[in-house]
């Protein structure tokens, strides 16, 4: 029982609507009724400037990487095996970000979620974080498109999981794969209207306004 109210508080922590939070409070602002009405940090950068989009990043980002690092204090090795507790991790970020895609303060509305699964992949598996990080930026310094750069990093990032372990020899844990592979289907599925802007040529390029 306790193990379910520690998941419901990570959704809550996950549904914490940061850029909205901002965009209120320092921009003065309500955030989904400007640009594309998105919550997270493209939105806010593109309206409010550099600064608020960054904050907006690093706090989005943060509830990612909180939800892992209490996860691992929460569900300590000594109490279950190296392969379920890196499930019960896995579980608790994909929870974070499930929470701010449907963020209970919004009923149940809320982001992309981009931000947030950088924070969880940067604490859970570090070295498939770069490289999602690096193909995002790749990407995003080529074409100047946010959403053209989160959906190429979607479609790519869940495959790591498998493709690393095999490349250092190590063990497939299947059930991370297919967490991180739901997870990212139901990412994919949030951007379809920035999919079909992208398929009709009229997806804008990210420029942050002069605000600071």
């Known amino acids: 029982m306790y193990q379910i109210g520690f998941f419901i508080l990570i959704f809550l922590l996950g549904s914490i609507p940061f850029g909205l939070l901002i ?52 569900f300590p090795l000594s109490e279950t095996t190296p392969e379920t507790q890196l499930v019960l991790h896995s579980l608790a970020g994909v929870i974070a970000v499930c929470g701010h895609v449907f963020s209970v303060f919004l009923r149940f509305k809320g982001g992309k979620g981009i931000s947030t699964l950088f924070g969880v992949l940067a604490v859970l598996q570090l070295n498939i974080g770069i490289f999602a990080a690096l193909l995002w930026a790749g990407i995003f310094f080529w074409k100047r498109i946010s959403s053209l750069a989160g959906i190429t990093m979607l479609a790519v990032f869940p495959w790591l999981f498998l493709l690393f372990p095999w490349i250092l020899q190590g063990k497939i844990i299947w059930p991370m794969f297919f967490l991180f592979l739901l997870l990212s289907s139901l990412l994919i599925f949030k951007h379809r209207e920035n999919i079909q802007r992208l398929l009709k040529g009229q997806e804008g390029q990210l420029s942050s306004s002069n605000k600071q």
Do not use: C, H
Request: no cysteine; net charge positive; proline share 2%.
């Open 23 to 74: 965009s209120r409070y320092w921009l003065k602002i309500d955030i989904r009724q400007e640009g594309s009405g998105n919550i997270g940090m493209t939105n806010v950068m593109r309206v409010g400037g550099k600064l608020p989009g960054i904050l907006t990043f690093v706090l989005d980002f943060a509830k990612g990487s909180l939800a892992v690092l209490s996860a691992q204090i929460f």
